[in-house]
C-alpha cells in the first residue's frame, strides 16, 4: 500500500512562509508604533532585530529543508558549516547593530522576538479561522 506523502512534506513549508509573513506584520507594526511615539533609534532598532531574525529564521528554514529532502543520502560536513555561518552572522550583526550603531539594546531584543511574535500570531488566527482543527 503506497502513501501519497507530498502534501505532509509540502505543509511545514507553506505554515513557515505563513509564520515568517505574520513575523514580518508584526515587525512592521512595531517599526510604525516606535516611529508614532518618536524614536527613530528605536524604531532602527527593532527593524534591524527583526530583519535578522526573520532571516535568520528563513536560513534555518532552508538548512533543514536542505538536510531532510529526498536526495540527500546523509548529512555532509558543510551543512553543519553553512547552520554556523548563519548563527555567527547573526551574532556578529547583533555585535555590530549594538557596538558600532549604538542602536538601544532594548530594541534590537524587541526585534529579535518577530519570529516567536509571528509564531503566536499565526497560531491564534489559525485557531480562529478554524484552519488549526481542520488539519488536526
Known amino acids: 500500500m503506497e502513501h501519497d506523502l507530498a502534501p505532509i512534506s509540502s505543509m511545514p513549508a507553506t505554515i513557515l512562509k505563513k509564520i515568517e509573513k505574520s513575523g514580518w506584520v508584526v515587525l512592521c507594526i512595531l517599526c510604525v508604533g516606535a516611529l508614532i511615539m518618536g524614536s527613530f533609534s528605536y524604531a532602527a532598532g527593532i527593524f534591524v532585530g527583526g530583519t535578522i531574525s526573520l532571516g535568520s529564521f528563513r536560513g534555518m528554514d532552508v538548512y533543514f529543508a536542505l538536510l531532510f529532502r529526498a536526495e540527500t543520502s546523509r548529512i555532509r560536513w558543510w551543512h553543519h558549516v553553512l547552520y554556523g555561518a ?51
Open 86 to 136: 548563519r548563527f555567527l552572522a547573526l551574532l556578529a550583526v547583533i555585535t555590530l547593530a549594538i557596538g558600532w550603531g549604538h542602536l538601544p539594546v532594548v530594541s534590537v531584543v524587541l526585534g529579535l522576538s518577530a519570529p516567536l511574535a509571528g509564531i503566536i500570531s499565526y497560531g491564534a488566527f489559525a485557531l480562529i479561522n478554524g484552519e488549526a482543527i481542520a488539519q488536526a
